[in-house]
């Protein structure tokens, strides 16, 4: 059985940064895109940064040009660097990998922005 699973969240001040991580395990055979979206209380889901296998990447405008996407298809790992951390980027995190008719999702990690 293929899982994610997701480490590197916590509590960061602002202007901080945090990497996340999330690799996939199990019986892979083909992952295509691999991403990340946050929810945060009250805020519906937003997708934060996508990455192809091929290498293409996608960012949400709120967090261009501070978030980079980032994977290792030998590791089926993808990361997510995030600097200059605003407490509005305070949310749950999730990373996704969509395979051959189905899309996993990992179980969530925190990002706390908050002096």
């Known amino acids: 059985q293929v899982q994610l699973v997701e480490s590197g969240g916590g509590l960061v001040q602002p202007g901080g940064s945090l990497r996340l991580s999330c690799a996939a395990s199990?019986?892979?055979?083909?992952?295509?895109?691999m991403g990340w979206y946050r929810q945060a209380p009250g805020k519906q889901r937003e997708l934060v940064a996508a990455i192809s296998s091929g290498g293409s990447i996608g960012y949400a405008d709120s967090v261009k040009g501070r978030f980079s996407i980032s994977r290792d298809n030998a590791k089926n790992t993808v990361y997510l660097q995030m600097n200059s951390l605003k407490p509005e980027d305070t949310a749950a995190y999730f990373c996704?990998?969509?395979?051959?008719?189905?899309?996993?999702w990992g179980q969530g990690t925190q990002v706390t922005v908050s002096s």
């Open positions: 199990g019986r892979i055979f083909l992952i295509n895109t």
């Open positions: 996704y990998a969509e395979m051959i008719a189905t899309t996993l």
